[in-house]
């Protein structure tokens, strides 16, 4: 189903915020991911804001879809999504990766409302979505979806591909992938570090049904993700291309903005662009 | 001698998983060796079997700890507290997702198999993780006690199994309780305190001993953490000498759960270990492998006797 412009509109303003809102954070505490932040902002929004069944006022309400991001350092943009959509007070911002704060650096679920799993160590997120699909499964809960938020950085650990094997085994078909396809990891694009070939040839191989679209490009997100929910027998994966950094021009495609603590003057470029000042 | 652990593990997977439909089972393609296959055959529709792929089950197993399942993830016990590791730490252990680490052949008890196979440092890694509850099966009984509270208790755990059959000290009534050794033999000479097989061979060791003269107080510690704090600085207290016995590294276990007790209690004991002296075995039968390495009653008997002499 096509958005509406109205929605599309609503979803783009609310990325060009939440892009605006990470800029001042990270520029604040002078630590965090803004490249892998920044390039997962449509695919959150998406989600949290159009395709999927949560409730900020019930958090674990057990028909919930679950969402995972497995690509726990882009935990900055997903605090800030699951704020707006009121989880906890967008003020709480402020205190990411403060000390006494919710808001640790990577997504803890037993500190933070709206957080389903607790990630960091990459490559073994898709691993217990796989399980959690199946636990939904075994307990009669057919409606709920659960998304798994890779980055491709992680794909070069062979877990993701043990978790491929056993959600194709297993037809797991109440699981969506969603690859944050942006080719940049931290110490170098992927093809310098590990290339991974034909990533959705691999996916295919691997049992899974796959969908590729403009991961900045918010309709292309929401009806790919329709097509992706009416696949039955099997798991699917969304290969959403990305940029790292999207949004500033010094920070796309390169992979020194990680992690890198950003500087005033650099804070202010930043700002100027978002804000589309220049 | 009582039943072969592994298969009284299998049996009690399957009893208390029938009564208990939130109970799943996971293994990485040992399930014949490990018995959760006994479980596969009787409720294949809450039975995982993923594969050569042991931090892939770890990290299912804790996917559906998220729904509310109650998973139990096998293999042997070297793959699970290294090849694990990742997912008992994140999901276990940070998570506090409730997921129960069943490492099978603990110790040299995959005698033939070999040092690739025996596990001496499990229970050192596992006991370092926050929010982890460890225990070693001493005999049958204990080991369906074990299963069972496994299941009722909402916490990450790791239990240790052996695979062969250990001598039997409990029977099907005994009560035990988590962070509480099991006095077996009372004595004022020294104290032995040891788990798994090892326990076994203390209480014939004590039974030598008393032979001499000598009264050694028995304690079954299979409740590695939470341990008994208590029992440990009251058994040093009243015999002044602690002999620790476990089949694992002398570095990081039992022994040293130990003396982190005495030592932060202040207590006033020697204490010796009876364990792998910091080497890794060699393949044999699994009772040469414990004459060879220290682990039979002689030996237990000598560590008491040397640490009544250095009182």
Redesign the interface.
Known sequence: MNLSVAKRDELNALCKKFRIDLIEVLHSIQTGHPGGSLSVCEILTALYFEKAKVDPQNPLWENRDRIVLTKGHAAPMLYRVLAEKGFFPVEEMKTLRQLNSRLQGHPCALETPGVELSTGPLGIGLSACVGMALGLKLSGIEDATVYAILGDGELNEGTVWEACMAAAKFKTDNLIAILDHNHVQLDGTSDEIMPMGNVAAKFEAFGFEVFSCNGHDVEELCSTIDQAKAVKGKPSIILAETVKGKGISFMEGKNIWHGKPISDEEYKLAMAELRGEK | MGKAIRDVYGEALVKYGRENKNV?VLDADVCSSTKSGLFAAAIP??F?N??I?E???????????????I?FVNTFAVFLASIGL??A???GS???LNVKFMGAYGGISDAYDGPSHHSLEDIAIMRALPNFQVFVAADEYQTDWLVKNAIEVDAPMYIRLSRDATPTVYSADTKFETGKGMILREGKDATIIACGVMVGQAVAAAEELAKKGIEVRVVDMFSIKPIDRELILESAAKTGAIVTAEEHNIIGGLGGAVAEVLSAGGANAVQEFIGLQDLHAECGSYNELLTKYGLDVPAVIAAVEKAIARK
């Open positions: 799943v529709e809450r995982f993923v594969g792929a931090a892939d089950m770890v990290g299912i197993a804790a996917g559906l700890a998220t729904t509310g399942k998973p990742i997912g730490r994140a999901f940070y998570s506090k």
